[in-house]
């Protein structure tokens, strides 16, 4: 196949990560006989200090024309960095925001994956995480109390605010049918979140969910209330799959996933619209306190570009391909300086490795 593909290297350690991510991508294309065309292209940080804006109309006409987009990540030291003298809406973080707009991407979905090896970094006792876990969380990302009207106001001599919480039931389905979807290429089985015993807005969800269940039947649809997830999420991960949600328990729910893993060089994420374009990128930040020392992990980077081969290109064989040499390079004892063992006795047992060395060795492996 053949598939234009652009990169949003952006600030701190994104270049580093990226330039590893591309390399897996390309050692894929050559294995598997394929064309990524990659194109740079400047947002953040980057993209101020060329044109004086964080996102141009030229960035986003380029990611639009893509099949894809990978990203690095964006921003700087707040406390330093002059980025952060601009107003909010000029900094960094905006074109964040801007392109995810622009792109119309409503889905976001975060893997939270605990592999054998890093277990010790898991903060759960061991007798949960030696069960290990698998989960991908989709969260709605451009509805509900985030984006609803709010207001702060003067009433009887107090200050009231209320923010206000809308789901259409379009909204739900087209993210309720891309978690069906997913569920498809994994465990087959979605579990719900939502409030339905107290909120409207949920009802709604669940009960649009259900009636795309039926399209589905190979998969099995839970529902379960928010405070009952916030729970079993650190009772009992093993038993999730696909996590559906809107907006702010998707915002709580994915951090606290990502918690549970331990290690955020390794958290992969995709962002999606209703085709099968997506934007993908690791869930960490711009890591400023190691860019340009060649140390950071890239390990969420590629996982986030086999996220890419599997939602966007339908490529699960390659997909598949990169998380397993993932894994080797893992299970052969190497590890970048944020996934190494905090005890001696652990470290003795691996070898620490750099950001190039860990992309090369994951080629290796493929
Ligand atoms: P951060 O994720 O950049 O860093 C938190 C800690 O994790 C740091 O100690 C960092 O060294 C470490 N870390 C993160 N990714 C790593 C990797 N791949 N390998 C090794 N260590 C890694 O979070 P922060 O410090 O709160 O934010 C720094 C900047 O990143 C800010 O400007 C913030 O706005 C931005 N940010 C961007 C995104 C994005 O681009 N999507 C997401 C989050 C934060």
New binding site residues.
Partial sequence: MNANIVCIP?D???PE?VAEAKKVLNKVAEKYGHEFVFEDVLM?GASIDAYGVPLTDETIAKAKAADAVL????????KTSPWYKLEPSKR??AG?LGIRKALNLFANLRPAVLYEELAAACPLKTEISSKGFDMMIMRELTGGLYFGERKTYEENGETKAVDTLVYSESEIRRIAIKAFDIAMKRRKKVTSVDKANVLDSSRLWRKVTEEVAKDYPEVTLENMLVDNAAMQLVKDPAQFDVILTENMFGDILSDEASMVTGS??MLASASLNDTKFGLY??????????AGKG????I??ILSAAMMLRFTFDLDKEAQDIEDAVKKVLADGFR???IMPQDEEGKAKVTQIETKEMGDKICERL
């Fill in positions: 952006g701190g350690i994104g990560i953040g990203m690095g990540s964006i921003g700087g030291d707040a960094p973080e964040l955020i060089g990128e690791p869930s960490g930040g711009s890591a400023p306190d190691i140390i950071a992990n890239p969420a980077t970048t300086i944020d």
